[in-house]
């Protein structure tokens, strides 16, 4: 019976903690030099981390011969990462499914048609078991034609990732277009078409700050705009800072360095801005939950909603809410005071003159740090979860060790 108890109890604690392996397309092609090239592209373009971030998926990798061929035409590296991204389907294809295709074809979206770069159905490709024993490959806009043939498997990890070696790569106009340089990008235009143009509106309006984002582009910028709806109902606090408070405040929601949705997911922690300056911190700290990134400060938590555009060294991301920096909002997030006491039937009354609330004139002067910060509350968030873990384990030891001591 003692046993029977004791048995039961350590498979309960096994089964408490799921280990989860991921893969890592690097490593994976680190085995195999005549991929070198392909591989090494992956992790410029950042399109490694998104790989590695995904299951269900299948890289169709090219040898260094290949990678020369495009390169010789010395592309922008966002178009590199365009055609490298026809190339990762988002569906799983083992040499096994890839010769028993229902029907003899399939149609495979690709991470280029879900970045959102690829105009109509051009994102997607075509797989065709063809006669011989071969399967063909050919981009949806190629009008049928399959040049394109799977020469081996590379590794495969049943239905998690799939990495084979193709015979070239894919050819396809749209993917190969030449990129505008970033400096030319129109950053306003590109958040006014994804339903941040109020938020793109107010930033034209502001010069100093428009400009502060366009002369950033260049060396890596992140923009968190917020959808209109937000920003909108924001707008009367926005209009009564001061014009140094304004810019602060729009400069705020923009990174100084390129983030992909991969990065922020493993980049954790405290964050700068466009308006840190000093004292001026003006920063939030990035967390994920899952497939979730949100952004915080002391009294706002704003949810990464969508992606604009990533093309390095450019993302732009919507949030479904404005963050408040404390530096500008002190008043709104600092919690209010306990009540006073009641006072004695026979006390004085105080004064009814009322003081103006700071809630209703936020200040765009710097203001002192609250008591503690968002990171410090993680941290203690984490060594709490770790804490209970602690106690959890001790007590299922102790009363295994007592059952034996019976």
Do not use: W
Not at 66 to 78: T, V
Not at 191 to 213: E, Q
Request: aromatic share 6%; with cysteine; glycine share 6%.
């Amino acid at each position: 019976m003692q046993l029977t108890v004791l048995l039961s109890l350590l498979f309960l604690l096994s089964t408490a903690t799921t280990i989860t392996y991921g893969h890592n397309i690097t490593s994976i092609l680190g085995q195999h030099p005549s991929l070198s090239t392909f591989n090494h592209y992956l992790t410029l373009t950042h399109l490694a981390g998104e790989i590695n971030r995904r299951t269900t998926i299948t890289v169709c990798a090219v040898d260094n011969a290949a990678m020369s061929e495009i390169l010789s035409k010395k592309p922008s590296i966002s178009t590199i990462k365009n055609i490298l991204s026809l190339h990762v389907l988002l569906d799983y294809f083992g040499t096994k499914k890839l010769h028993q295709i229902r029907d003899g074809t399939a149609l495979a979206a690709t991470m280029f048609q879900a970045t959102g770069s690829a105009p109509g159905s051009t994102g997607f490709v075509n797989i065709t078991d063809v006669k011989g024993g071969k399967v063909a490959f050919g981009p949806k806009d190629n009008g049928g034609n399959l040049d394109v043939f799977y020469v081996k498997s590379v590794e495969e990890i049943p239905y998690n990732i799939s990495v084979i070696q193709i015979s070239k790569l894919l050819p396809s106009d749209v993917a190969a277009a030449p990129t505008p340089e970033p400096s030319a990008m129109n950053i306003t235009d590109i958040m006014s078409a994804h339903g941040c143009k109020v938020f793109a509106d107010t930033l034209i309006a502001n010069p100093d700050a428009s400009k502060t984002y366009q002369d950033t582009i260049d060396g890596g910028l992140t923009v968190f705009c917020p959808l209109d709806d937000p920003f909108k109902a924001f707008l009367p606090k926005f209009k009564n800072l001061t014009a140094s408070g304004k810019e602060s405040l729009l400069q705020f929601f923009g990174v100084p360095v390129y983030q992909s949705l991969a990065m922020l997911k493993s980049n954790n922690g405290i964050m700068n801005t466009l308006a840190t300056n000093g004292d001026k911190k003006f920063d939030f700290t990035v967390q994920n939950d899952g497939e979730d990134v949100t952004l915080k400060t002391r009294g706002t938590t704003a949810k990464i909603v969508g992606t604009l555009i990533d093309e390095q060294p450019l993302a732009i991301y919507s949030i479904d809410k404005v963050l408040l920096p404390k530096e500008l909002f002190k008043a709104a997030l600092t919690p209010a005071p306990a009540p006073a006491p009641e006072e004695a039937a026979d006390a004085p009354k105080s004064s009814k003159h009322k003081k103006p609330s700071a809630d209703d004139a936020p200040s765009d002067s710097p203001a002192d740090s609250p008591d503690g910060d968002a990171a410090d509350q993680t941290a203690d968030d984490n060594a709490s979860v770790r804490l209970d873990g602690g106690r959890l384990v001790a007590m299922v030891l102790s009363l295994c060790l007592g059952l034996l001591l019976l």
